[in-house]
């Protein structure tokens, strides 16, 4: 495969992985170090904040 092909590729697969997180409720950076995935915590106000909005 040529540099562009896998270059490619690699963005797909990222781009797969990153829908399939926003399914979930993470908060996701992308910066040039990198991809990383956050959980929100659990908090009182964010737990009923939650519960009004389903």
Not at 9 to 37: C, M, N
Not at 39 to 46: F, G, I
Request: aromatic share 6%; glycine share 2%.
């Amino acid at each position: 495969m040529s540099v562009i092909k896998k270059w490619k590729q690699q963005v797909k697969d990222r781009a797969e992985s990153i829908y399939e997180l926003s399914k979930k409720d993470v908060r996701v950076d992308i910066s040039p170090k990198g991809i990383q995935t956050k959980e929100k915590r659990p908090t009182k106000q964010r737990i009923k904040w939650q519960a009004k909005n389903h």
